[in-house]
């Protein structure tokens, strides 16, 4: 660990405070006519995902941590963990499906995610940005049904459920956007 001070803050740095593990979302260094400077932040619980509103002063010093991301292939789960391979060194890892999370609707078979640690701890795995999965269960759409902007959920081959255009069938592949289920287009 690393001793650093408020003038070290930037985004996206990992610190120490209150015994829990934060990261850094934004940070605002104030300095008002009257008093001493201070910093404005908000900060995100690794643990939970909260973020909090903080006010240090000036020049406190923190214990920071280092965040590592390696990329790692999905394997499979076996309802209890999930699988995960280092594609240089072949080593595999089993990851609790506590951990994984809300993560699992979008992590298919084979496809690359990344394992996020804080220290020597793992914290989070993160998806592709956009991920190709086929719609195993929707509504048939129907023809002249075109209005626009109408849409219509889809349950995927990873068990999500999204908001589909009308025209959408089931068997077709999908692009969808893992950070918030948005479909982009069908492939």
Do not use: C
């Not at 075109?146 to 077709?172: D, F, H």
């Amino acid at each position: 660990m690393v001793t650093v001070s408020t003038a070290d803050f930037r985004n996206g740095m990992g610190i120490e405070y209150n015994n829990k593990m934060w990261i850094i979302v934004e940070s605002q260094h104030v300095k008002p006519g009257k008093g001493g400077a201070f910093v404005r932040t908000k900060l995100r619980d690794i643990r939970n995902g909260r973020v909090v509103d903080y006010t240090f002063n000036s020049g406190v010093k923190f214990e920071s941590f280092r965040m590592e991301r390696t990329s790692m292939q999905y394997l499979y789960n076996d309802g209890m963990d999930f699988y995960f391979m280092d594609n240089n060194t072949y080593e595999q890892i089993a990851v609790s499906a506590e951990t994984v999370g809300e993560t699992a609707k979008w992590l298919k078979e084979n496809d690359e995610a990344t394992l996020v640690y804080a220290g020597d701890e793992l914290i989070g795995i993160e998806p592709q940005m956009f991920v190709e999965l086929e719609v195993t269960e929707t509504e048939p759409g129907f023809k002249g049904d075109t209005v626009q902007g109408s849409t219509k959920p889809a349950t995927l081959e990873t068990g999500a459920v999204v908001q589909v255009p009308m025209y959408i069938e089931v068997g077709e592949v999908l692009q969808i956007d893992s950070r918030d289920g948005r479909f982009v287009k069908r492939l």
